[in-house]
């Protein structure tokens, strides 16, 4: 009996918190704030030796800065709506004027924090940090959207005669996101994506050399017919015009240049064809010899 209740109460706190609306986004944000003053206890007390009191100023500065954003917090409301504005502007307003308060009252229930620590660091006692916990929580609770809040904040808005539907925009759907927690998450998933899609792309790269590499070497030039392996040009292929002028490859280019009917065999024809291109050049003593005659 007891287990099956602790299990409801757990679904619904859970379906309470998570909840996938704008409402819901709002309701993180605030208890996102709530255990920071307690997170920030512990380092304060270290800092102060666990004493707890402090001189009258310094309790009289935390409360009377903790007391102040609190009446503060209370009677700050949203803005009126302009009067003739149409339903889909009234909900798209009414939720950003909500969200503008909720933000400002948050950030009032801070105040009080940072003060009373700055107080408890110079009057090094405890007390005026605990005031100042004790009188900035019910400004996070303001800034929860329940009834109360969000009726007082409705009403503020249709002070000119405007229908704030305020109701209707904080039953949009919204994602299910936590200050700073979200952004960290959605920056390392993005982050891991990067680095993903850089090995993939690294990969194929990779992939894609090896198989050009292996395609060339599998896929050789065809043999020049009638040139034995040692006379070969070395691989890359080289054309063999580079290498006698005048000469083609193939045996059809050869046999019509040396005539149809020519049975002589290709080596012969190749030195032939580079003895003809051979220039013929006389020597200076020869030159001389010449001269001397004359």
């Known amino acids: 009996m007891t287990t099956s209740m602790l299990r409801r109460l757990r679904t619904r706190v859970i379906e309470y918190v998570q909840e996938p609306t704008a409402a819901g986004q709002i309701r993180r944000r605030v208890l996102f704030h709530v255990p920071l003053p307690i997170l920030l206890l512990g380092p304060l007390a270290l800092m102060v030796d666990g004493r707890w009191s402090a001189p009258g100023w310094t309790i009289l500065l935390s409360v009377s800065v903790a007391v102040g954003a609190l009446l503060l917090a209370y009677f700050a409301q949203p ?39 700055a107080a408890s660091i110079t009057g090094d006692g405890l007390f005026p940090y605990v005031a100042a916990l004790l009188l900035s929580w019910p400004q996070l609770l303001l800034a929860l959207p329940g009834y109360f ?9 249709e002070a000119w005669g405007a229908k704030a539907y305020l109701w209707a925009a904080l039953a949009q759907p919204a994602r299910v996101e936590w200050p700073l927690i979200t952004w960290w998450l959605d920056w390392r998933r993005a982050r891991l994506a990067g680095k993903e899609a850089a090995t993939s792309t690294g990969d194929t790269d ?43 490859s193939g045996s059809r280019s050869i046999t ?26 006389r020597s200076r003593r020869d030159e001389q010899r010449q001269k001397a005659k004359n």
């Open 79 to 117: 803005t009126p709506l302009p009067a003739g504005v149409s339903p889909e502007t009234s909900v798209r307003r009414s939720l950003y004027r909500f969200r503008q308060i909720s933000t400002v009252r948050i950030g009032l229930a801070m105040t009080p924090i940072v003060m009373g620590a």
């Open 149 to 157: 809040t969000v009726s007082r904040a409705r009403r503020a808005m």
């Open 206 to 248: 990779r992939t894609g050399r090896t198989e050009k590499d292996d395609k060339e070497t599998v896929e050789e030039d065809p043999a020049i017919p009638g040139v034995p392996p040692r006379l070969a040009p070395p691989r890359p292929h080289t054309p063999v015009e580079a290498v006698v002028p005048g000469f083609t």
């Open 256 to 281: 019509a240049k040396s005539g149809p009917n020519s049975t002589q065999p290709l080596q012969l024809q190749l030195l032939r064809l580079r003895s003809n291109t051979r220039p013929k050049t």
